[in-house]
Structure formats: C-alpha cells, structure tokens
C-alpha cells in the first residue's frame, strides 16, 4: 500500500498515534495545538511515502493546521472551566488572526518548500532563545490598544500559518511581554490557535489544488485526512490532561518545558536544511 510494506506502515500508524498524544498533552500543557510535532513527524511520513520534495513541507503544515482545530478546541475547553481564558483579548484579536491566515495561504500557493523550512527555524530560534533565557521581554504593565494589538494579532495569524502551528509561542511572548500571567498566556492561546487552524486548514486546501498530481492518495489539496484521522483523535483527547498539568507548574517551569520542546523540533529541521 502507498508503494511501501505493509508491516512498515503499521509502525507508521503507530507513530503517528503516538504522535498525537504527545501533541494533545503539549497543547493543553502550552496552549499550542502541538503543530511543532506534527509538523516534522508529518514531514517524515511523507518522505517514506515517497511524496515529492516540492509538496512535502506545505502539505504537512497544511495537515497539521487541520490537525489542530480539534485539538485547540479540547485545550480551550479544558481552560476555560477553570476561567484563565482572557476571551476580551479573544474577541479583539479575531479578525486581524484571520487576515494574516488568509495572507499566509495566498504566500503558501506560491512559495518554495525550502521557504517555509527557514521560517520555522529563524522564528523558532527566537522563541526558544526567550523561553530557555528567561530574558523578562516586560515592555509594559497592559496590552496596548488597538490598532496595535490588532497589528499583533495579524503578525501572529500569518507566522503561525507558515509554520503550521496554533500560534500559541507568540501569544504567550506577546501577553507576558505585556503584565499577564503565563498560566493566562496560555489558556488564552489556546483559543487563538482555533482562530489560526481553522480558515488555515481551507486555505492550504485551495492551495494545494493545483498540485493535487503531486499529492498522495486521500489528501484535499495540501491536506491529508490520513494523517489527521490518526493524530486527531488521541491528541483531542489528551489535550485536557495537558490542561491540568499546566496549572501546577510554575511559570518557570513552563517557560524552560517549552523552550526545550521548540529547541528539539528547531534542529531537527537545521539538520533537514543543511543535508
């Protein structure tokens, strides 16, 4: 099937399942959907499915987008029970998320893959370097007012949807830089990462249309249900045990997990890059 043994492709859904519920749990711990593992482990499979170098990056950020939409939504959920979710930042930060998801996936339909490896790096990069420093980003004691904020929230929509994740490092970045709270940084993250995913997923599937030759069996343009029917379900599920363990840990604590996560998915596509 697909070209390749079928045992191998067992360890694959294995893989892949596994894969899911370490994002779950990562999405509820750091209010991201858990694209930053998604993406490289998609990355792989589609190597040993033999897709085309040229489809093979947009069409795991693309899957994982969809991948995501479940996954944030158990995360918001499970954070908004216990009332951290700043819904007043969710309600003006919407439209300017979409807009930059929307402008990202016009960049998706044209861009090279090698583009969207670098942007990962360079922006993760910076990610890790803040979280694992613990270098205090304190700008100011409250988020600016519009149209400031509303310029964030469109910077954030369009990095995020290049590099497939939720966008959940750079609200955490933006919120604490500004007086909140990591454990609200994160509960609110979460419910940004439904405002990314969502009209991301659709745009990467219009995107990828015209290369549908190129693309493997059961995939809507730079989406592939196969891969989201197997990681969906257990990181949707396990995104509310995430949830819990974020609310028992410092913010210390939660800055170096995350940086440590980042800094793993960071090398693994340096190394990508450079071989």
Known sequence: MFGIPESELIWLAVGLLA?????????GLFGIGGGGIIVPVLYQVFTMLHVTEEVRMPLAVGSSLLIIIPTSLASFRAHYARGAVDMTMLRVWWWPIMLGV??????ASVAPAE???LFFVIVASIICFRFLSGWDLRVADKLPGPPVIQFIGFFIGLCATLMGIAGGAFVN????SCGRTMHQAVATASGVGIFIALPGAIGYMLAGLPHAAALPPFSIGYVSLIGFALIAPTSM??????????????????EIGFGLFLLLITLRFVIDLIW
């Open 19 to 27: 894969a899911g519920a370490v994002t779950g749990v990562l999405a």
């Open 102 to 107: 929307a402008v990202s996936s016009v960049i």
């Open 115 to 117: 583009l969207f490896k």
């Open 173 to 176: 970045i933006a919120m604490t």
């Open 237 to 254: 599920l396990l995104a509310p045990v995430g949830a819990r363990l974020a609310h028992g840990f410092s913010k210390r604590t939660l």
